[in-house]
């Protein structure tokens, strides 16, 4: 940079290289060059340091949005993500983690929060992140479901969601408490008004570090295509993409479910149609989170508007997480657990644990 290009600026040196960063994302149609993937981390680190000013934030953001970004600056801003974030770890055991959307639901009953729990009590660990509501949707989040279901997360230091992710099988970490940089982002991402990249990249982060497999939503084709070649530059080798409810990881009752496995290298794309296995009807609606608690405890318990649904998500993800040998086998796996009443007792303990570690 030019002596004469830096004459009666403002910025530091710190902030005159994020414009640099900025210029490379935000000079329009012809002549964006985009990020290299080191530069994408770098530009993720300012930001989550607070080096940046907010309306180079702001001009960042939405300049990216705009362009869209790119699989080696998503991979460059996950980098970042997993350096800087909380780090939860399973050792010896696989996890389950799912990618999901910060900014929640606001149409059809989310299924993850039951799903989860179904998973635990067939001998799983599900690794969750979540927050309060997030612009530009405000839709409801996992943290604020689990709350409903009397399962609150928001206040536990990380040592405590480690120590029951490793006992219990579950966890969930709450961004506002436990990865405060990336929260001090949202009212930025308010002002802008729309969506930006730190969404894609919410979907492709999970703060467990070690073996898992990662479930990950989403709307658009291109949004997966995307998603697959970020996560194929940071190593991730097991990935599981589903074309799910307002993008998030939950399978639908009325129509097929597209979904794919990327193990390795290698993709399968898998289609699961609901009707081929006895399930049919429209997918259940959110009205309120009281209505949700209600539905989703009789759900637990094999009965209500929620529990054909509940059935439906159980069998399928205990056969795509290898839990079954195939998916018939996973849907009756999922159908004794809901009559045995395990869901409902595995539900009870966790209750009690997550009081305990409190204590």
């Not at 290289?17 to 290299?36: A, D, W």
């Not at 770890?89 to 900014?103: E, K, L, Q, T």
């Not at 084709?221 to 080798?237: G, M």
């Amino acid at each position: 940079m030019t002596l004469a290009s830096n004459r009666g600026s403002s910025l530091n040196p710190a902030q005159q290289r994020f414009r640099e960063l900025l210029g490379k994302v935000g000079s329009g149609e012809h002549t964006s060059s985009g990020l290299s993937l080191s530069e994408a981390e770098e530009a993720m680190d300012a930001m989550l340091d607070g080096v940046a000013t907010d309306a180079q934030l702001g001009a960042f953001l939405i300049a990216h949005r705009i362009r869209r970004p790119e699989p080696q600056e998503l991979a460059g801003m996950l980098r970042s993500y997993r350096r800087q974030g909380p780090v939860l770890s399973s050792p010896g055991r696989r996890a389950i983690c799912f990618g999901v959307p910060y900014d929640g639901r606001n149409r059809t009953a989310p299924l993850l929060p039951i799903t989860a729990i179904g998973l635990v009590a067939a001998g799983e660990m599900v690794v969750l992140s979540g927050g309060n509501p997030m612009p530009v949707k405000w839709g409801i989040t996992l943290a604020e479901l689990m709350n409903c279901l009397g399962l609150p997360w928001g206040h536990l230091r990380l040592e405590q969601v480690q120590r029951l992710l490793v006992e219990e099988g579950i966890a969930l970490c709450h961004q506002p408490n436990l990865f405060p940089a990336a929260e001090k982002l949202t009212p930025i991402r308010d002002q802008i008004g729309k969506r930006p990249p730190l969404a894609s990249l919410e979907l492709l982060w999970t703060p467990h570090q070690g073996k898992h497999l990662l479930i990950t939503g989403y709307v658009h084709p291109p949004t997966e295509a995307r998603a697959i070649a970020a996560l194929s530059l940071v190593q991730e080798d097991d990935v599981v993409t589903v074309k799910g409810l307002e993008g998030s990881t939950d399978l639908s009752l009325g129509r097929a479910c597209i979904t794919s496995r990327s193990y390795q290298g290698k993709q399968q794309r898998l289609i699961l149609h609901p009707r081929d296995h006895g399930f049919k009807g429209a997918d259940p609606a959110f009205t309120d989170m009281e209505t949700w608690a209600e539905q989703a405890i009789a759900a637990l318990g094999g009965s209500g508007p929620m529990a054909e649904a509940l059935l439906w998500n159980l069998g399928a993800m205990l056969w795509i997480s290898d839990n079954q040998k195939d998916l018939n086998s996973g849907i009756q796996k999922a159908k004794e657990l809901l009559q045995s009443g395990a869901l409902l007792e595995r539900l009870g303990q966790i209750q009690k644990a997550l009081t305990a570690v409190q204590l």
